[in-house]
């Protein structure tokens, strides 16, 4: 190859590589908070209203990207901290983003942990509408009691039955010239569901996830 083919090619590549075929997937921003309570340091947990989407679930304030609102997903998971948790963005300090989540079903979250400037949580005013109640647990707690582990199977299906019995073909395996195993379901992969029992709740999925990668980057300094 020659060189000025070479330098074109290179000139081509990104400074900082995203993930490839992002666009394809829910874009969304989450704000994991810690505050201090009798000297621990507390992660700060929100159950959702029953009354939205995934209601009832424990997680961390966070939301979805908007491009007519937010310049980047910093700004998106601020944007909802502010909104979820009433509290103004004065006594919000983003401490840093930490790794990207890649989720099962098709969601690449932003991730960021951040410290409420708070003393209790009674400070926070939080939107009643979308949050049935709040509450915290020390970071301690969690490097001390491993979550529990359980294996859910995905798999990837060409074709289904609707609930009026018509077959829809989501993938033309014979029609692309496709090998014969592609005309069933195929994957059968295992994916690991963590989960925790806590003030009458369960923290899991997600949520779990992110608890788990802050605990294994904080080991050292709880």
Same mark, same amino acid.
């Given at each position: 190859m020659n060189e000025k083919l070479l330098k074109k090619i290179i000139d081509k590549l990104p400074d900082e590589p995203g993930v490839m075929s992002s666009s394809n997937f829910l874009k969304s921003s989450v704000l994991a908070s810690v505050f201090e309570k009798n000297d621990e340091l507390h992660l700060i947990f929100q159950k959702r209203n029953s009354s939205i989407r995934q209601g009832g679930e424990i997680c961390f304030p966070g939301g979805r990207f908007d491009d007519m609102l937010d310049k980047n997903m910093l700004e998106t998971a601020v944007r909802e901290t502010i909104e979820e948790m009433g509290i103004s963005k004065d006594n &919000?300090? =983003? $401490?840093?983003? &930490?790794?990207?989540?890649v989720a099962s079903m098709g969601a690449v979250i932003t991730c960021f942990l951040g410290e409420l400037k708070i003393d209790d949580l009674s400070e926070l005013n939080f939107n009643k509408d979308e949050v049935e109640r709040i509450f915290s647990v020390p970071i301690s707690w969690f490097m001390e009691n491993p979550a529990l582990e359980y294996n859910v199977?995905?798999? &990837?299906? #060409?074709?289904? @039955? /609707? /609930?009026?019995? *018509?077959? !829809?073909? $989501? $993938? #033309? =395996?014979?029609?692309l010239g496709l090998p014969d195993r592609y005309r069933k379901s195929w994957g059968l992969r295992k994916h690991k569901i963590y989960a925790w029992k +806590? *003030?009458?709740? @369960? !923290?899991?999925? !997600? +949520?779990?996830?992110? =608890?788990?990668? !802050?605990?294994?980057?904080?080991? /050292? @300094? &709880?």
């Amino acid at each position: 190859m020659n060189e000025k083919l070479l330098k074109k090619i290179i000139d081509k590549l990104p400074d900082e590589p995203g993930v490839m075929s992002s666009s394809n997937f829910l874009k969304s921003s989450v704000l994991a908070s810690v505050f201090e309570k009798n000297d621990e340091l507390h992660l700060i947990f929100q159950k959702r209203n029953s009354s939205i989407r995934q209601g009832g679930e424990i997680c961390f304030p966070g939301g979805r990207f908007d491009d007519m609102l937010d310049k980047n997903m910093l700004e998106t998971a601020v944007r909802e901290t502010i909104e979820e948790m009433g509290i103004s963005k004065d006594n &919000i300090l =983003v $401490l840093g983003q &930490i790794d990207t989540l890649v989720a099962s079903m098709g969601a690449v979250i932003t991730c960021f942990l951040g410290e409420l400037k708070i003393d209790d949580l009674s400070e926070l005013n939080f939107n009643k509408d979308e949050v049935e109640r709040i509450f915290s647990v020390p970071i301690s707690w969690f490097m001390e009691n491993p979550a529990l582990e359980y294996n859910v199977q995905m798999e &990837i299906k #060409p074709k289904y @039955t /609707d /609930d009026e019995g *018509n077959e !829809i073909v $989501l $993938l #033309p =395996v014979e029609e692309l010239g496709l090998p014969d195993r592609y005309r069933k379901s195929w994957g059968l992969r295992k994916h690991k569901i963590y989960a925790w029992k +806590t *003030n009458g709740e @369960t !923290i899991w999925g !997600i +949520t779990a996830q992110m =608890v788990r990668h !802050i605990c294994e980057l904080l080991k /050292d @300094t &709880i």
